[in-house]
């Protein structure tokens, strides 16, 4: 289930141009295999502060055993890892040294492990109501994603580095073979398999996932991200030895039945129609409201109220709610 799209950046830098492309395809990657998947939570692009110190993770997956960082690399050439971790980058014929994207995404998992262990009170519960359960012995990895048309030189490198390192397209085969999934969402019975690895309730899951989002800092220069188109282009080189110069144009205004965002959605109970004291909640199938007359819960999720497609999803920021519709783009307040 995707949680969080990529928040684009307007630049005319072809370094951050190039940058952003390669988290978009990785998250175009990531959609297309866990996009309905009831084990799998998606954030893409998160940013967050512990300790007085940020991290801005590129692709974060949550989900029944763990954790797992993607650090997305745009490279264009040739890319090498010698036997000490140390890395090298071509362009043009011309090499020169790079800083590891394996170091930096560890860095990040070693602050969001300390974030999560520092709030695992009000995140996980406590077995027989006495001892606090933790964030330590579940799975953590984190793993570099580099541009599809790079060449990786990793015969040099360490084996636990080699392995950590795959390409855009071989991202969703790689997450699959480290999470070892079961065929069904463990329960109390999953004790008794072969499988002893400690898993997360629905409960605590989706409790750390809303923790992920609310943690979650905006950049001040941030632009509402769009559903990620369903096709995916084929990685052109990026770097120009110019920078890129684009030319003004004029937009015509959009007239007003065009507009992206429409009018708001006013929520009612689906059961009584109460429309006034209504509780928004998340839950395993995305966020709802609970009725305060009837006890009912009413999804937030329904078709476009523009175009009338199912293809919407509910987003959240803060305290406010909005339906996002992935056929015509519009967007609508929800009324909670």
């Known amino acids: 289930m995707i949680l969080k799209d990529k928040t684009l950046i307007t630049s005319t830098s072809p370094k951050i141009q190039a940058g952003q492309k390669q988290e978009l395809d990785v998250a175009f990657y990531l959609r297309r295999a866990f996009k309905n998947h009831p084990q799998v939570f998606v954030f893409n692009d998160v940013k967050f502060k512990h300790n007085g110190e940020t991290a801005q993770v590129d692709h974060l997956i949550a989900y029944t055993y763990g954790f797992i960082l993607i650090e997305s690399k745009s490279i264009t050439g040739e890319v090498s890892i010698n036997e000490h971790q140390e890395w090298s980058r071509s362009y043009r014929g011309q090499w020169q040294g790079m800083p590891s994207p394996i170091k930096q995404v560890e860095l990040q998992q070693a602050l969001l492990k300390g974030l999560m262990r520092d709030n695992a009170p009000q995140l996980l519960p406590k077995i027989f109501g006495k001892i606090q359960q933790n964030f330590g012995g579940r799975e953590w990895h984190s793993i570099c994603a580099i541009s599809s048309n790079a060449i990786i030189q990793r015969n040099k490198a360490p084996q636990d580095i080699a392995t950590r390192l795959v390409k855009s397209e071989f991202i969703a085969d790689k997450l699959l073979e480290i999470m070892k999934l079961p065929a069904s969402i463990p329960n109390a019975l999953h004790l008794f398999s072969k499988n002893t690895r400690p898993w997360f309730s629905e409960e605590s899951l989706a409790r750390i996932c809303q923790f992920i989002l609310d943690q979650n800092i905006l950049s001040p220069a941030h632009v509402e991200p769009k559903i990620l188109a369903e096709e995916l282009n084929e990685p052109t080189p990026i770097y120009q030895e ?93 009324k909670v």
């Open 242 to 334: 110019k920078p890129i110069q684009i030319e003004p144009t004029f937009t015509p205004p959009i007239p007003a039945e065009q507009s992206c965002t429409i009018n708001q959605i006013d929520l009612a109970c689906k059961k009584c129609g109460n429309k006034t004291d209504l509780q928004p909640r998340s839950g395993r199938y995305g966020y709802f409201a609970t009725c305060g007359n009837c006890k009912t819960n009413t999804p937030m999720k329904t078709p476009c109220p523009q175009c009338s497609s199912t293809n919407t999803k509910v987003s959240k920021r803060k305290e406010s709610y909005s339906l996002v519709c992935g056929e015509c783009e519009s967007t609508a307040p929800i």
